[in-house]
């Protein structure tokens, strides 16, 4: 529960993508592949241990929380232990990280040390992101451009054009994600302290912001191909639309927390799902 399983597919499309994109210029490498895709997951863990200890921490898990229940606020963990616990995630893409430095370079150092800086600084610190409510740039960067051109740079040893255009749309689908979970939190973290935009104008701002992050996605999809980075097999990825219009309708239908997790969860599978077929539409 503390590791939070469904969160991963946004930890792996992007690698997944940034895969595909580096098989596009020719440049396949099945082990900084596997290890950018372990990397990518272990920080994710650590990421979640690290939110479910400091909210619970600084009081923000409360009983009216309507997302599903966290592992430090129920008891089923002791503090000390999901803090060890994140420290291992974090071994784990240290070790990860030095074999890729060794494949790919000095490059990931510093895209590494700064994603386990990201990873820690989202929840916990003296100046939480999730409690100064700048959580979308640091989305967009690292479930973005980082993991998706990162991918890219340790197998073919460039970032192609497809890359950055894979990073935006990842990103922003990423960001999609934790606007739902803003959007379905916005009473509590308003409550807390929080700085999220949906906190600070309520649930229909949460819900314009989804649609513009849904959009910035659709619309970079067609940028990779009009600017020539992919061919227009990339725009097979555009039949995930219908999914995009119904997890913005429904999220601006629903307020109840179990209704907003299965949302929650649905967004998620929207930013694999599509990864998946513009990278397929990009080895094609």
Known sequence: MAARPRTLPAAAAPVLLGT?????????????????????????????????VADFEQGTDTAERLGPV???????????QVWRGAAAAIGVAVL????????????????????VLAAVAYSAGPFPLTRLGVGEPFVMVFFGFVATCGTAWVQAGQVPPAAWWGGLVCGALATAILVVNNTRDHATDRAAGRRTLPARLGRR????????????????????VLSGAASGWVLVALATAP?????VRRV??????????RELARAGQLLLLH???MGAGLLL
């Open 20 to 52: 595909a994109c580096a098989g596009a210029a020719g440049g396949v490498r099945a082990g900084p592949a596997v290890a950018a895709l372990a990397g990518a997951l272990a920080l994710q863990v650590a990421a979640n241990f690290v939110n479910d």
């Open 70 to 80: 966290r592992a430090t606020a129920a008891g089923w963990l002791t503090p000390r």
């Open 96 to 115: 990860v990280g030095s074999y890729l430095t060794w494949v790919a370079g000095w490059p990931v150092v510093a895209m590494g040390s700064a994603a």
């Open 205 to 224: 701002a949460g819900v314009v912001e989804l649609a513009a992050f849904l959009l910035l996605a659709y619309a970079g999809t067609v940028g990779a």
């Open 243 to 247: 999914l995009a219009v119904r997890l």
């Open 252 to 261: 601006a239908a629903f307020e109840d927390g179990p209704s907003l997790n």
């Open 275 to 277: 990864s998946l077929l």
